[in-house]
């Protein structure tokens, strides 16, 4: 009974959240009626229009840390692709930081604070970069590519593994 309550209630979410992305609504009540839910419904997800992104956030983090089964730099692409929405919306605030905790993530060994920082701040401009040409396909060949240069060379001066 519960695995088809979550379901349902991430099949919800989802339909609030498609909802929020595509046109950034103002209040529960317009998101309510475009995603076709009660209002009661979208206060059941989200406390106010202004926790859906956060909410949001940690969903897609949770989601991410499950979709990653090894630490892969291509697999992280790969979800981002997946969730090009998402990504979108946090590219027109110039937010980054989602992405910083997703390269962080990646790499779980114990490295000194300000290599983590450095490097992952550098990837994430050039996932940023990626996502101001539209996230294309096409190009994650390039981006991977980017990545694992900037990850060699870092690694060669530093004299650390990056995954």
Not at 94 to 101: A, F, H, L
Request: charged share 30%; glycine share 4%; hydrophobic share 45%.
């Amino acid at each position: 009974m519960g695995g088809m309550r979550d379901c349902r209630y991430k099949k919800t979410e989802e339909k609030i959240l498609s909802v929020f992305f595509d046109a950034r609504y103002d209040t529960m009540r317009q998101i309510a009626k475009k995603a076709g839910v009660a209002r009661s419904t979208i206060y059941t997800h989200h406390h106010s229009v202004m926790r859906i992104l956060p909410d949001w956030e940690k969903y897609i983090l949770e989601e991410y840390y499950l979709f990653l089964r090894k630490e892969s730099y291509f697999e992280m692409l790969i979800f981002i692709l997946k969730h090009q929405n998402f990504f979108e919306v946090f590219l027109k605030f110039n937010d980054r930081e989602i992405i910083m905790k997703m390269v962080l993530f990646l790499w779980r060994a114990e490295r000194p604070k300000e290599i983590y920082n450095i490097l992952a701040s550098e990837i994430t401009e050039i996932i940023f970069e990626w996502g101001r040409r539209g996230f294309s396909e096409k190009e994650i060949e390039r981006v991977l590519a980017d990545i694992v240069y900037l990850s060699k060379t870092a690694e060669a001066r530093l004299g650390t593994v990056f995954k």
